[in-house]
């Protein structure tokens, strides 16, 4: 793990050598992001009727934001796997006595997804200062482990979601898109869907129930011990399944031309 770590930090030090695009990007980052937060106010009296209100999209954000930012910002290659098996450019990560998963994951940060982390966690101190009722401190650690889990559980899911491409070409296509609504969907709260039975099914399979919306109702509702099962016994297995699968599909890989490829 020390050896991964070294890669992890010289992949930040990668992104900071042009020190004028980081701050830009960062600042791009920020001002999208809070952008987001006063579109979300400007439509809040569509959803009235229901009772959401601000705090609820600032749940959401301080969950999609992170797990966001885990995929596409500290381990930003796990959302470019599938490109990297159709364009062969796989050939550099197994170049190395390492384990081609892990070096992929540890070999690149994105600093503009790295604020979504600084955001989501933002997002969380407002909720928890400003708006729950029970106790800070039970709030502050289940949201820390439902993190934790869901974290777990976007990984796999993204890893599971690329692998498909060892045996579809173009794959990456339809894979970035499924990403991309589930970021969209997560954003809402589920008391939108919850009316309509083929879209609550569709956001079933695009894993938002375990990743974003099982989350929301522990924190908002309040959780007991079965949902914290049901979030294990989804997350962890699973993960373990998606490092089964990427080394058993890997089989199936078509080389490129054997250059060294970033």
């Known amino acids: 793990m020390k050896k991964y770590l070294s890669l992890l930090k010289f992949a930040l030090k990668e992104q900071m050598a042009y020190k004028w695009n980081f701050v830009i990007g960062i ?19 569509y959803f009235s009727g229901i009772g959401i209100t601000l705090w609820d999209f600032l749940l959401l954000w301080s969950l999609v934001a992170f797990y ?6 500290v381990f930003a290659n796990i959302s470019k796997i599938a490109f990297f098996i159709e364009d062969g450019k796989m050939d ?11 070096f992929l994951a540890f070999r690149r940060i994105n600093v503009y997804g790295v ?27 289940s949201w ?15 890893i599971i979601l690329a692998c498909i491409s060892f045996w ?14 589930s970021v969209s969907f997560g954003l809402y709260p589920p008391q939108i ?18 990743m974003v919306f099982l989350p929301y109702n522990m924190i908002t509702v309040w959780s007991v011990w079965t949902d914290w099962l049901v979030m294990i016994a989804i997350c962890i297995p699973t993960f373990f399944l998606s490092l089964w699968v990427f ?14 490829q970033m």
């Open 27 to 45: 600042l791009t980052m920020l001002i999208n992001d809070t952008l987001f937060i006063f579109l979300f106010v400007i439509f809040l009296g």
């Open 68 to 73: 966001y930012g885990i995929t596409n910002g």
């Open 92 to 102: 550099y990560y197994l170049s190395f006595p390492l384990h081609p998963l892990k």
């Open 115 to 141: 604020w979504d982390l600084l955001f989501a966690i933002v997002a969380f101190i407002l909720y928890l200062l400003f708006y729950t009722t029970v106790a800070w401190r039970i709030v502050l650690l």
């Open 144 to 158: 820390i482990g439902i993190i934790v889990l869901g974290t777990i559980f976007n990984i796999w899911f993204v």
């Open 168 to 181: 579809l070409d173009k794959w990456s296509l339809v894979s970035q898109v499924v990403r991309e609504f």
């Open 193 to 210: 869907y919850q009316s309509n039975k083929v879209l609550f099914t569709i956001i079933w399979v695009l894993g938002l129930y375990p």
């Open 247 to 260: 080394k058993k599909w890997l089989r199936k890989y078509n080389s490129g031309n054997l250059v060294m």
